[in-house]
């Protein structure tokens, strides 16, 4: 029988102890110690009775052999033609994309036997959460102590929105004129503000809120930091949004076109727009809701919600922009002031003025 080390596996280190970990089954082995020796003895396929070359000792030898045999029925060693080499043959593809993002797909899968929490039992932890004092993150961040600037309060355009859908798209040509202070308010509060009560009114205890934009739970933990240029009244500065007071609050200084380039890839229209608006995850909140490793999975379609409400604002109020991911994730956090321990950085919008169409000059006669 001819057998080789599995390509769908990880291994590491845990507690002193070495770990091989099936992503694809979710399956969790402890392994003595030495045996990472024997999986590189089968990184190419070979007999399985090869397990004795790992010791000259007679009873060793022998030994090795039961680890090997152990190690096959647990699918850490794959028997070629068996079912899970089939299969994975069949997923090679994903290993075009390297080892990280195969892993961190297949782990975050919910297979066929996973148990479902029903949404009682999910409440019923809420709850015990609560009264044990595992309070959840407030769902607007406490002002840090950074100046803060006031902004007016929303003025939505009077839109059709098919038209508005039919006219959203991403451009990357932006004028020079600046941004209007109520534009950018009317952007911010659409996006990222409270819709499910007055102004000022108290949240509950869990801290659920509703905003113009899907998320998992209520949880929203997808926070908005404008980095303004040009914008009427505000000076350009990089600020976070406070949708709980519907201001800006500046957490690091002025960019300029060429800063702005690097941290967004090196692609030069972005120095020319008015306003980027970058997007976080902040863990915290979220967390507090969804702690299985499915979340991850939430974190990055909340963004996608909120872009999309962005993208659809945007263009209602005369605006141009393109969402990107192309980023340095690890300049970008530098520039906002967040730790990735607690909140990283997911992607930013463009945000930019449409440029001036000159008028016809009149036939001649």
Same mark, same amino acid.
Do not use: C, H, N, Y
């Given at each position: 029988m001819l057998v080789r080390t599995s390509t769908w596996g990880v291994l590491y280190v845990r507690d002193g102890r070495l770990v091989w970990d099936d992503y694809l089954t979710h399956r969790r082995w402890p392994l003595a110690a030495g045996t990472e020796r024997l999986l590189r003895l089968f990184a190419r396929l070979r007999p399985l009775d090869d397990a004795g070359e790992m010791s000259g000792d007679p009873k060793l030898r022998e030994r090795w052999r039961v680890v090997a045999a152990e190690l096959l029925d647990a699918e850490i060693l794959v028997a070629e033609h068996s079912a899970r080499d089939r299969l994975e043959r069949r997923l090679q593809p994903w290993q075009e994309w390297g080892r990280t993002v195969p892993a961190m797909h297949f782990a975050t899968r919910v297979l066929r036997d996973s148990p479902v929490a029903p949404l009682e039992v999910q409440e019923g932890r809420l709850r015990a959460q609560l009264e044990s004092g595992l309070v959840p993150p407030p769902a607007f961040r406490r002002p840090a102590g950074g100046p803060r600037v006031s902004l007016p309060p929303a003025s939505p355009p009077h839109v =059709?929105?098919?038209?508005? #859908?039919r006219r959203r798209r991403s451009r990357r040509v932006f004028g020079s004129r600046p941004i209007s $202070? =109520?534009?950018?308010?009317? #952007?911010?509060?659409?996006?990222?503000?409270?819709?499910?009560?007055?102004?000022?009114?108290? $949240?509950?205890e869990h801290q659920t809120v509703f905003k113009t934009s899907p998320s998992g739970g209520g949880r929203h933990p997808t926070e908005l930091y404008p980095v303004v240029r040009q914008v009427d009244g505000v000076a350009p500065c990089t600020y976070r949004y406070d949708g709980g007071e519907h201001a800006l609050e500046r957490v690091g200084p002025e960019m300029d076109g060429r800063a702005l380039v690097e941290l967004c890839g090196d692609q030069p229209w972005v120095g020319d727009s008015q306003l980027v608006l970058f997007y976080t995850s902040y863990l915290p909140r979220h967390r507090w809701k969804y702690r299985s490793d499915r979340g991850y999975r939430i974190l990055l379609l909340d963004a996608g919600h909120l872009s999309q409400t962005v993208y659809l604002l945007a263009t209602a109020?005369?605006?141009?922009?393109?969402?990107?991911a192309a980023i340095r994730d690890e300049l970008v956090e530098e520039a906002l002031g967040v730790d990735p321990g607690v909140e990283f950085v997911v992607g930013c919008a463009v945000i930019g003025t449409s440029p001036v169409v000159p008028a016809t000059a009149p036939p001649a006669r």
């Open positions: =059709d929105f098919s038209e508005v #859908l $202070l =109520d534009v950018l308010a009317t #952007l911010l509060r659409l996006a990222g503000g409270r819709v499910d009560a007055e102004a000022g009114e108290p $949240l509950q109020l005369g605006l141009r922009m393109t969402f990107i």
